[in-house]
């Protein structure tokens, strides 16, 4: 039963069954007593009448005794003028409320009496019932109570079961709220509670994993930006000293190229990190805006001695913001045409399948070790090999490609394809 709602419903309804069934149980077994007692009485009226006339006074009080010891009631057998055949005493009492009805219940304070009267009217039994102990009220029995109790303990059961998990995740909550980001429910139910908590679970993870990421944003943005900072000072002192004063001029404007370019892709990176619900949505035909891409990195594939090699594909449409979608197979591209080595080519090939469009990018380059593989889409990272500016860049082109594709529902992989890197990127079709 994963449902809370029908949990509540069947608990709720069970306790009224159970509160029910005993209520009316109960109460036959109070309207059969009437009917059940006129016949006990009635057999005992005629067996004390037997006891008496065949063996007197003795006889019956013989009778009567056994009959004490059975029931918990008492029985008084008088005749037709209301004394005792067995002390003798007149019971002018229960006679004169006798003489209304042949047979009756009667009702004092003390507890009931059952009267009953033989058909030729000689004899007269009262049996005398004293009344039960009441508990609590006036007009509550025991089986009341238990009943109550059961009802009580169910509603018991079905509160603890439904405010442990809340009180866990309150716990889990005030963990979380205090710093101790790595707090979580670990809730394993089904119901709406369970997923209440598995979706603070998440929550917490994204946030964990955002201000881990934000850490660590900072420390790389700040170590990136100190060396560009450190030689453009050096430049500025260069320039005014006047020795060489077009070098360093020189100098400070590829510096000056390389923040922006920096600044530039940080901003790619925030955009990518944003709010998903403020893409620019809109049909975008990616195997056009392959061509294009294509066509515009031959120049640079040029420049570096290899070629773009990419075969016309078939129409082929998704969903998403054509700017970043853009950015994203450049980053690409582009990042592959700095591996590939001169004389080799850069493939780019399109597979329109269902649901999914899948776009792979291959260069003929070194590739990646394979612990590295997890990590070349994490901001900032490089191959220990390719530090330096001239081949490895700042290392934000893949992390804006694979967030950018994770906004739009896609996924991103990597793996070597001996020999060079294969990058495939994966969009869900419109």
């Known amino acids: 039963m994963r449902s809370l709602f029908a949990k509540i419903l069947i608990w709720f309804w069970a306790t009224l069954v159970i509160t029910t069934i005993g209520s009316a149980l109960i109460t036959m077994r109070d309207q059969d007593r009437p009917a059940l007692l006129d016949r006990l009485v009635e057999f005992e009226l005629r067996a004390a009448r037997a006891a008496y006339e065949q063996g007197g006074r003795q006889g019956l009080a013989a009778y009567l005794a056994q009959v004490h010891a059975a029931y918990r009631g008492r029985m008084i ?120 908590a598995r979706t603070f679970d998440r929550m917490a993870d994204r946030i964990q994993t955002l201000l881990a990421a934000e850490r660590r944003l900072l420390g790389d943005v700040s170590h990136e930006l100190r060396s560009p900072l450190a030689r453009l000072g050096v430049a500025v002192e260069l320039a005014r000293s006047g020795e060489n004063r077009q070098a360093a001029l020189d100098r400070i404007q590829k510096e000056a190229d390389r923040l922006n370019e920096l600044v530039g892709q940080l901003l790619q990176v925030t955009r990518a990190e ?65 591996y590939a080595p001169a004389g080799t080519s850069v493939e780019v090939t399109l597979e329109c399948g269902d649901p999914m469009a899948v776009v792979r990018v291959r260069d003929c380059g070194p ?9 070349i889409f994490d901001p900032f990272y490089r191959v220990e090999g390719d530090r330096d500016r001239a081949s490895g860049g700042a290392g934000l082109g893949l992390a804006i490609a694979r967030r950018a594709v994770e906004l739009h529902g896609g996924s991103i992989t990597a793996r070597n394809a001996g020999p060079g890197l294969l990058v495939e990127i994966a969009l869900p079709k419109a």
């Open 274 to 338: 944003g709010d998903p619900s403020a893409l620019r949505s809109g049909r975008v035909r990616l195997d056009l805006l392959l061509g294009d891409l294509a066509a515009d990195g031959e120049i640079e594939a040029r420049a570096r001695g290899c070629e773009i090699v990419f075969a016309p594909a078939p129409a082929c449409t998704v969903v998403g913001d054509p700017e970043l979608l853009r950015r994203t197979v450049e980053n690409v591209i582009r990042n592959a045409i700095r």
């Open 77 to 196: 057998v008088t005749d037709r003028q209301g004394r005792d055949l067995v002390t003798g005493r007149t019971r002018a009492d229960l006679v004169a409320r006798a003489e209304e009805r042949e047979r009756f219940v009667m009702f004092r304070r003390g507890g009931m009496v059952v009267v009953r009267t033989a058909d030729d009217g000689q004899y007269r039994l009262f049996l005398l019932i004293p009344r039960r102990p009441r508990v609590g009220t006036w007009f509550l029995f025991p089986e009341h109570w238990w009943v109550m109790a059961i009802g009580v303990l169910l509603c018991w059961v079905l509160a603890y079961h439904l405010t442990r998990p809340v009180r866990q995740m309150q716990k889990a909550v005030e963990r979380f709220g205090h710093g101790e980001l790595s707090a979580r429910s670990n809730s394993k139910r089904g119901d709406e509670l369970g997923q209440l």
């Open 367 to 375: 590739g990646v070790p394979a612990e590295a593989l997890p990590r």
